[in-house]
């Protein structure tokens, strides 16, 4: 069978297909609004936003999508993973947000877009029918452009799924669409699949600790690196890493399972440290794991305070640590000036989320790691529909998975 004439005729078909979806739309059923522009699809007039309207109780809300101005642009949601952030304010509420509209780490198909939006936040073109992501948007340096945000952190700065709820409604990706309004920080991610779209604004925040570390001019090819706490942070963080050509990677946890996972995606070693007693053994441990060095560079992924105490033991004379673990207040941790820090100069540096640059960074990486073969995907371990939000969040409390997300049907 001629391979190329199958393609010819599937393309056609496609196109054919397209065609008359055009024409039902136009006499759109349902009270949905007619396409205005060529390559347009109907759009309903409402969307479902699962807004959190009580600490743990999200209700789906039926909300009248807005009229698209010369500068927005309106997303079909497709997927949105929960974020350690989602988790906070569900339980929480610490920014005081509810009733909110969550989910920030979304993706889903551009459907409609005003006149004047043409590329994105790369100078990459947007059209109908492109895969997005957006991220936060730097309102209060609007000069700021994408490649001079190295130093540029996350304060003063919003984020789809982290806004105040107005009279839009679609402002967080656990939804059926997404409003993005002008000015709005938007990257076209067509070249991705769905659940690696899902998984940039983590990798990101990996990217970033990478970059950090990679300051320190101790973080080489040929380093030997500790990486302690293997949820979702730590895991991307090690196939990172591996993606960079590092070989001599060993996590450190408690879970077996997530070490075992931590091996697949590129980790050469483990140690679990509820197999040791005490700091002087389990510093044995990680030791042994590299063939009898300490770590010349280590990450510290959790958010515990002991963790951050046990690290430095890792790592040797001249060193380096970055530590990511605590987004929020974790707490203080004891550490022994002279021991840990001042006699083994160690370098230390400390990383927070992501710059702009960073997200770009990301979607090479993801596809890297692909090209690699590294199962980055297998880190959706649970999907939920939209109107399972509830249940999805729970699940994502009781950690017996790792990253949850939302797909919509
Ligand atoms: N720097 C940032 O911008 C940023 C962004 C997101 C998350 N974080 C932080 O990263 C941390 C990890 O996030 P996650 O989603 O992977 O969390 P997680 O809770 O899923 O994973 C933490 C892991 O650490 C392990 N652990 C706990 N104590 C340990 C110890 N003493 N030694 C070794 N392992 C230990 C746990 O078994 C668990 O597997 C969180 O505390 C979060 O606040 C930071
Ligand atoms: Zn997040």
Redesign the pocket.
């Known amino acids: 069978m001629d391979v190329n004439n199958v393609n010819v005729e599937e393309i056609v078909r496609q196109v054919l297909l397209s065609m008359e979806g055009r024409g039902q739309s136009a006499s759109a059923p349902n009270g949905a609004a007619a396409p205005s522009g060529q390559g347009e699809k109907a759009i309903p007039k409402t969307a479902r936003v699962a807004m959190l309207t009580a600490l743990e109780h999200y209700d789906i809300k039926e909300f009248p999508i807005p009229e698209v101005g010369d500068d927005d642009i309106l997303v079909k949601v497709e997927g949105c993973g929960i974020c350690?952030t989602d988790a906070h304010e569900f339980k929480k509420d610490p920014f005081g947000l509810i009733p909110v509209a969550l989910g920030h780490e979304g993706t889903g198909e551009i459907v409609r877009m005003g006149k004047n939006v043409k590329k994105d936040s790369a100078g990459k073109d947007l059209h109908i029918g492109d895969k997005v992501v957006t991220c936060m948007i730097f309102k209060d340096n609007p000069d700021i452009t994408m490649f001079d945000l190295n130093k540029q952190n996350v304060g003063g700065a919003d984020v789809y799924g982290l806004l105040p709820d107005d009279d839009i409604h679609l402002n967080g990706w656990f939804s059926d669409y997404l409003f993005i309004r002008g000015g709005s920080t938007v990257f076209n991610v067509s070249d991705l699949d769905l659940y690696s779209r899902i998984l940039i604004e983590?990798c990101a925040?990996l990217v970033h600790?990478v970059e950090r570390a990679k300051s320190t001019g101790i973080l080489r090819f040929n380093s030997r690196v500790a990486v302690?706490?293997?949820?979702?942070?730590?895991l991307i963080c090690i196939a990172i890493l591996r993606t960079m050509g590092i070989q001599h990677i060993i996590a450190?946890?408690?879970?077996q399972k997530?070490l075992d996972f931590a091996k697949q995606l590129g980790a050469s070693g483990t140690v679990n440290?509820k197999e040791f007693k005490g700091i002087e053994a389990l510093t044995q441990g990680v030791k042994d794991a590299f063939g009898g060095y300490l770590a010349d560079f280590a990450f510290q992924?959790?958010?515990?305070p002991?963790?951050h105490s046990?690290i430095y033991k890792f790592i040797r004379n001249g060193g380096g640590l970055c530590e990511?673990?605590?987004?929020?207040n974790?707490g203080d941790a004891t550490i022994n000036p002279h021991f840990d820090i001042c006699s083994k100069e160690i370098t230390t540096v400390g990383?927070?989320?992501y710059t702009l640059r960073d997200y770009a960074t990301t979607f090479d990486f993801l596809k890297s790691a692909k090209q690699i073969g590294l199962p980055i995907e297998k880190l959706i371990t649970h999907t939920f529909p939209l109107n399972q939000i509830n249940e999805a969040h729970k699940t994502n409390l009781a950690?017996s998975g790792l990253k949850i997300a939302i797909i919509n049907q």
């Open positions: 350690g983590p925040v600790a302690q706490g293997c949820g979702p942070i730590g450190v946890d408690g879970e997530r440290f992924c959790t958010g515990s002991a963790g046990n990511l673990g605590f987004f929020i974790g990383s927070w989320v950690m």
